[in-house]
Each structure stands twice: as C-alpha cells, then as structure tokens.
C-alpha cells in the first residue's frame, strides 16, 4: 500500500493522529508491505510501531530501525529522523489498526472468534480449530501454546500478540486459505487495544477467578477488561457463548441477552449442557444436550477433568453458532487429541502416569489435581513451582492446594523472571506446611522432576505443574531451554524405562 493512501484512509478511521513529513520526502512514492514493533525486524518497506512497555521506550530505537531502512513510523512523539512519520496518542492501540489496513483487513475475509477467562482459553481454542477443521473450514489458531496459520505452525509468544505481528499473522491465514481464526484474547491486550483492527462474529467467556491482579489490581477491574471484548470488539450480529455456572459469567449473560448462548453443567435449561456418567483414566463418558439434537446424546470425551467438559462445551457452543450442526461437532470431540500441556498424559512401562500441565494458580491446580485424583489409584506426587514478577500473595495458597490433594510435594523453580528462585520457593512453602504431607524443597526443576519419577511405582501419578508446554525458562537476563515433557523423556532413557 502506498503511503499516501494509507494516510488517506486513516482519515476515514477512529484513530487520532497527526502527520510528519521531514522536507525532501516523497510520501506518494513510499510503498509498505507491514508493520513491526520490533527494531531488529526492521527493514525496507516495513513501519515501524513505536511502543512503550514497562521496561523501554522503543522510541529510543527509532533511528536504528530507519537506519535499516524503514521507510515510515508510528510513534507517539516526533522523531528526529528522515523519514514519516504517523504520530498518535498510543502506538499500541493504533497499531493494530494500522496495521490492518496495511493487509487489507484480514480479519475481515474470515470468521473471527476469540476466546476469554481465566482458564479454559488454550484448550478451548484447540477443540473449536478441531471441530472446525473437521468440519471442512480450514481454521488458524493464535493463542498462548502456539500460532497455526494453516500451514506452519509455530511456538507461541504471547498469548495474545501485539498488534503488527497478529495482523500479519491473519494475513498469512487468508493467504494460506483459512475461512476461520480462533484466538485466545487475554485481559492486557484487551485492556491495551492490541486486537484493535479485529471486530468478532463470535466470543467464548470461559469463567474468571484471580489472576493478574498485580496488573488490574482487583476482580472488578479484571471483569470490565475481559467485558470490555464483547462490547467494544463484538460484531452487532455477533454471538457470545457464555458459561453461566461462572457468577461473571451469569453477569455477561445478563448483560448481553440475546446475544448470547450459554451453556453449564450445572443448569440443564442452558442452551448446552453435559454431565458426567462415568471417569477413566482414559477419559470422560459424558452425556450431552445441545439445539438440533433429537434427544441427549452420549460420547466418550478423551481428556480427564469436568473443567474439560466445560471446555467441550465452550468449542461445540461457538461451532454450533459458527454453522456447525451439533451432531458432527460433538462426533469431532469424540476425536479429540492432547493439548499440549493440559492434562497431557504419558503412560510409562513401569505402571507409573506422567501428567503435565500448565496450572499455575490455585484454582487451575485444584481443578487439575482433583480429576488426576479421581483415576489415581495410587499416590498422587505433584511437581510445581510459581513464576516470578508475579502476585506474591497467591504463593502459600497454591502451595496449601498442592499439599491439600497431593501425597507428596516437590516445590521447585518455574520461570523466576527478575526474583530470586529460592524466595519464590520460601513464599510457597508456608502454605505446604499447612498439611502433614511430606515435601521436599529442589531448586533445580530437572532435579525436582526426576527425584518425583524416581519415587513413583506402579499405580501412582506424577502431576508436573505450571509450565505445561513452554520451552524456556526465564530468568532475569537470560532463559534456558526447558522442557518438562523432555524431561521426563530424558528420565526414561536413563532408567531404561519407555513410554508405552
């Protein structure tokens, strides 16, 4: 696009702005093919977006990005450089709109949807792409595990990518064929507008309970900016799926009337609803009520946990309301496979189950122990540590829920960011010790793992908590590869032992 005309249909558009253009440039000869926010991405028709996070001013990187030759930038004040420049309010949430028109509004050739809540989003977004693809629309995914533009997939950043990269990530959709995305939507990009340029056909509320407080400083604050999707980013038309067994979710259903379907496992009047007829270690016999369905109908949902059915729910909700008839979305959830790092389960030749998964607050490691707990037929060892820069408070309350329904706890090391990982672990050991379960305290988390597999014997589980798929641990200055799968897997080659 050229630069000319983009300025011209900004003119058109929400944001404020006002243009600079240094003498002896040409706008009407500058052609752009993106955007980054990154300097060191920079280069020859590309914008650069000029945001300011907690730690740096990308501001500062201005003349190092138009050194490699960016032709234009987005910032906040004016650069003391050769080149255009668009100066708005807040680069972070003009840039997805930027950035969309850029691309030519890609979000506009597909069936948009997004997920929010506290938990439930990544897996949620796994079952929808399923049931979705299976259906015949080809689906990308964008959430906090990995990017899927239909035909790379990619490991994950953030959970919700800043404006420029998600808008160049649903360009590569449309280009790659997607009819469909499914995203998760997180309460700082929410709350920061870096899904502006998106409006959705359709959003899931999975429930809320506390989490980033240290950034919306309490529960009321958290609800508007997860409320603030379905009012501000919501198509007129649109439709929300709602769990209404969640109070804030009762509340946006309330609100929202009939733009919303709702579904629960606790109010048979919802528009979905499933319960539970039998558990296995192998998965779930549920039965489930859903429009166009002649009668309830039962299905084997291969993943543990009622939270997962809430999650089942949440996914055949938005495909049904997407166009998928009900009977071939719930045949498609039959056909489930892992998600990676949620409940992802490894059956070992010595009789012992690995379980890992991503829990990391007290509500998601309760959830996650007490269905690992119903098919444990003998003791339970849970492994789990808590990131650094992070609520200090909730610290002894995961630990009491780990020692509440674990027979045996070791506190290890997550991603300590800029903390100290033996005061993160010191801050969790009081609520341990609220139980007579025993425990050991191990910094290192290879260390901790293998001691947990070392333990175990036929019948027991071992629960590896927090971190789920992630691949790096991160610390102040630096991060390490880290992966507990491969942990476990390394365990196994040098105990002679095998996945079977």
């Not at 706008?27 to 996070?53: H, N, Q, W, Y």
């Not at 189950?353 to 119903?374: N, P, W």
């Not at 609520?391 to 300590?416: F, K, M, Q």
Request: aromatic residues 6%; charged residues 25%.
């Amino acid at each position: 696009m050229n630069l000319c005309k983009l300025i011209l249909t900004l003119e058109k558009g929400p944001i404020e702005y006002r243009i600079h253009i240094p003498e002896g440039c040409a706008a009407d000869e500058i052609e752009l093919k993106g955007m980054v926010c990154d300097s060191r991405k920079a280069g020859p028709g590309v914008i650069f977006a000029a945001t300011k996070g907690g730690h740096k001013d990308a501001h500062d990187f201005i003349p190092s990005a138009v050194a490699a030759g960016t032709p234009a930038v987005l910032c906040e004040r004016e650069a003391d450089v050769p080149v255009p420049q668009i100066i708005c309010r807040n680069v972070r949430s003009a840039m997805g709109e930027v950035a969309s028109l850029l691309h030519d509004e890609p979000a506009r050739r597909m069936t948009m949807i997004a997920l929010t809540g506290t938990n439930g989003k990544t897996t949620s977004t796994f079952m929808t792409q399923a049931i979705l693809n299976r259906a015949g629309i080809k689906t990308g995914l964008m959430g906090t595990v990995l990017y899927d533009d239909g035909e790379k997939i990619e490991e994950a950043e953030h959970t919700t990518s800043e404006g420029a990269d998600l808008q160049g990530l649903l360009a590569r959709m449309v280009e790659n064929g997607c009819g469909a995305c499914v995203m998760e939507a997180s309460s700082h990009s929410i709350a920061q507008g870096r899904i502006s340029g998106i409006s959705f056909d359709r959003i899931g509320f999975t429930n809320l309970t506390p989490e980033h407080l240290e950034y919306h400083t309490d529960m009321e604050n958290y609800f508007s900016a997860k409320r603030a999707l379905f009012g501000k980013y919501m198509k007129d038309d649109g439709i929300a799926a709602i769990n209404i067994d969640d109070e804030y979710g009762m509340r946006l259903r309330r609100e929202l009337g009939k733009r919303a379907v709702s579904y629960s496992m606790r109010m048979e009047e919802a528009d979905f609803f499933a319960k539970v007829l039998s558990v296995s270690e192998e998965g779930l016999a549920i039965e489930v009520k859903a429009p166009g369905l002649s009668g309830n109908k039962g299905i084997k949902l291969p993943a543990l946990g009622a939270y997962n059915v809430m999650n089942a729910l949440q996914a055949l909700s938005l495909a049904c309301a997407a166009g998928v008839p009900a009977a071939a979305a719930i045949e498609s959830l039959e056909a489930m496979p892992q998600v990676p790092g949620r409940l992802e389960r490894y059956r070992l030749d010595n009789g012992v189950t690995c379980v890992i998964d991503f829990a990391h607050t007290s509500d998601g490691l309760e959830k996650a122990l007490g269905a690992v707990r119903q098919v444990c037929g003998g003791r339970l060892y849970v492994v789990f540590g808590l990131g650094g820069e992070r609520d200090i408070s909730r610290r002894p309350i995961v630990g009491e829920t780990a020692s509440r329904l674990g027979d045996y706890v070791v506190v290890t090391s997550d991603n300590p960011r800029g903390e100290d990982p033996e005061a993160i672990i010191a801050g969790i050991e009081p609520g341990v010790k609220r139980h007579a379960t025993p425990y050991k305290l191990i910094t290192d988390r290879r260390e901790a793992i293998c001691l947990a597999l070392d333990m175990a014997s036929a019948g027991d589980i071992v629960v590896i908590a927090g971190r789920g798929p992630e691949t790096r641990q991160v610390f102040k200055d630096f991060s390490i590869p880290l992966v507990d799968r491969e942990i476990m897997e390394d365990w196994c080659r040098m105990r002679g032992r095998r996945v079977l």
